[in-house]
Nanobody, 124 residues
Framework: QVQAVESGGGLVQAGGSLRLSCAVS????????MGWFRQTPGKEREFVAVISRGGLYTDYADSVKGRFTISRDNAKNTMYLQMNKLKPEDTAVYYCAAAIFAGTSRHLGRYDYWGQGTQVTVSS
C-alpha cells in the first residue's frame, strides 16, 4: 500500500522560508507524478504545484509562481516544496499527492494517493 508522509511545516514570519518534504513508501516513486495542494478551513483544496515522474516538467499556481519551487529525488523517494517569500495568505494545510498518470495535472481528482497534511502558518 502506498503511503505519503509530509513534514517540514511550521510557523514562520512573513517573508520567511520553509521547505516541505513528502516521503513516499509502498510503491515505485519514480512512476508517480507528484503534486502539492493546500487547504484552509471552509475552502476547497487547491492546487499548488506538480512535478512529472522524471522531474522534467513542473507547473505552479499563479499565486506561488516565482516564490515556490517543487523538486524530487527519485533515489530517496522524496518530493520537496521550497517556499520562499511566504505571505500570510499561504497559511494552510499542505498535502502531497501521488498520481499514476504521466505528465502533469492541476486537478486533484486525478491523484490516487494522499498524505495526511502538514500545517504551514505564516504570521504577519
Amino acid at each position: 500500500q502506498v503511503q505519503a508522509v509530509e513534514s517540514g511545516g511550521g510557523l514562520v514570519q512573513a517573508g520567511g522560508s520553509l521547505r516541505l518534504s513528502c516521503a513516499v513508501s509502498g510503491g515505485t516513486f519514480s512512476s508517480y507524478t507528484m503534486g502539492w495542494f493546500r487547504q484552509t478551513p471552509g475552502k476547497e483544496r487547491e492546487f499548488v504545484a506538480v512535478i512529472s515522474r522524471g522531474g522534467l516538467y513542473t507547473d505552479y499556481a499563479d499565486s506561488v509562481k516565482g516564490r515556490f519551487t517543487i523538486s524530487r529525488d527519485n533515489a530517496k523517494n522524496t518530493m520537496y516544496l521550497q517556499m520562499n517569500k511566504l505571505k500570510p495568505e499561504d497559511t494552510a494545510v499542505y498535502y502531497c499527492a501521488a498520481a499514476i498518470f504521466a505528465g502533469t495535472s492541476r486537478h486533484l481528482g486525478r491523484y490516487d494517493y494522499w498524505g495526511q497534511g502538514t500545517q504551514v502558518t505564516v504570521s504577519s
